[in-house]
């Protein structure tokens, strides 16, 4: 029978865990102390930490090589993952590997002493409302951040064409924002399908079970109108289905169903016979000023990203598991999502108690499938009109 033989502090929201080959330490990544713990396996009944490692912003998965010789940590908000050497216990190399890595696993061809291995990273999928107002990452599928002729078509580089290897292909005219969801490639539709399935994490059930009763009650006073919902969110498609528009809004295309207004690419909202469903909400979060704003990347480079409008409402299924928080990242934990998020005439820790907010939280935790959920401005919205 297992029975739990010690329990070690080891830092500010730990995330993951490596052991060594040799199984005498364990590598555990720190979220919001930016470290990797060093844990001494001891014994049966002593373990304790040894060394706190500062790697990139964030951590999160983690992966030790066969011959022990080198410990790779994926930094989440960074972008880059860290090459330690766990013998010296000190980074040796930092990669940058794009947005939002959330796990590295390595491979190995030969034995344990060669030194044959390759390792893979994972960047970060939201969890996306299937067909849903997402501008931003329908356009990383064709630019340059994630382009490719087998990917989505990279219409953007090579207007028209896309040349890989020295081929060059027609662009898929149909791969835009709320374009085809489906038929646009190999790789782009196993990537659409796992996002439309994609299930949140089992989150484990809170030990304070009269305060996760009062943060359900505020929540369904406070949040549920926007974030209840099937899916935690009251966007869902209501208007015709993909495509939305009937060519690229960038070119001039223009809405299938006359009942969707749009702001470009952006779908603000949704009428049908005088019943409307606004999708964009402003929260407050977006700050054009703010530098964390311009683009980075692609043909968008230096342009005030999209936000000025508001957000389509984000799923919260698994929020717990998802730090960082917002848009842009700026949030590290629910806690800090509160002086930012606008609520009534104030935000959300000007308009809720200190008490509020800790049970609140504690409710936004245990969210994952198993949740029971509430009605949203999405379900009124079709029981009115008597939608399915």
């Known amino acids: 029978m297992a029975k739990l033989l010690a329990k070690v502090a080891v830092g500010n929201e730990p995330r993951f865990v490596a052991l060594s080959p040799d199984d005498q330490e364990a590598y555990v990544t720190n979220a919001l102390d930016g470290t990797v713990a060093v844990v001494a396996l001891l014994g049966s009944d002593a373990f304790r930490v040894v060394a706190q490692i500062p790697v990139g912003t964030e951590p999160r998965g983690l992966a030790i090589t066969p011959n022990g010789t080198r410990l790779l940590v994926a930094n989440h908000t960074a972008g880059t993952v860290s090459i330690i050497d766990p013998i010296a216990r000190s980074v040796i190399g930092t990669v940058p590997v794009g947005g939002n890595p959330m796990a590295v696993a390595i491979t190995n061809n030969g034995d344990a002493d060669d030194h044959d291995e390759r390792a893979f990273v994972t960047q970060f999928l939201a969890e996306l409302i299937p067909g849903g107002p997402d501008e931003e990452f329908d356009t990383g599928k064709r630019g340059n951040v994630q382009g490719g002729c087998g990917f989505a078509s990279d219409a953007f580089a090579s207007p028209g064409t896309c040349t890989t290897l020295g081929a060059t292909t027609p ?32 989150r484990p059930p809170p030990s304070d079970a009269a305060a996760l009763g009062r943060g359900q009650t505020i929540f369904g006073t406070t949040c549920a109108s926007c974030h209840g919902g099937q899916k935690w969110t009251k966007s869902k498609i209501t208007y015709r289905d993909n495509p939305a528009f009937t060519q690229d809004p960038a070119v001039g295309g223009v809405p299938l169903d006359p009942g969707v207004i749009n702001a470009g690419a952006q779908i603000v909202s949704f009428t049908l016979s005088g019943v409307t469903l606004k999708y964009l909400e402003d929260v407050g979060t977006f ?9 980075g990347a692609g043909a968008a480079s230096g342009q005030l990203a999209l936000g000025g409008l508001g957000f389509n409402v984000p799923s919260l299924s698994g929020v717990g598991s998802h730090a960082p928080y917002l848009h842009n990242g700026e949030a590290q934990s629910l806690s800090a999502v509160f002086p930012l998020h606008t609520l009534g005439t104030g935000t959300i820790a000007t308009m809720l108690t200190a008490q509020q907010q800790a049970d609140l939280i504690v409710f936004l935790n245990s969210i994952d499938g198993r949740t029971i959920t509430f009605r949203s401005q999405g379900d009124d919205f079709r029981d009115a009109l008597a939608l399915p």
């Open 171 to 202: 662009a898929n005219p149909n791969i835009y924002d709320h374009g085809i969801t489906q038929g646009a490639s190999d790789a782009l539709d196993a990537q659409t399908l796992w996002v439309q399935t994609v299930r949140a994490l089992l």
């Open 287 to 295: 700050v054009a000023t703010d530098p964390l704003e311009i683009r």
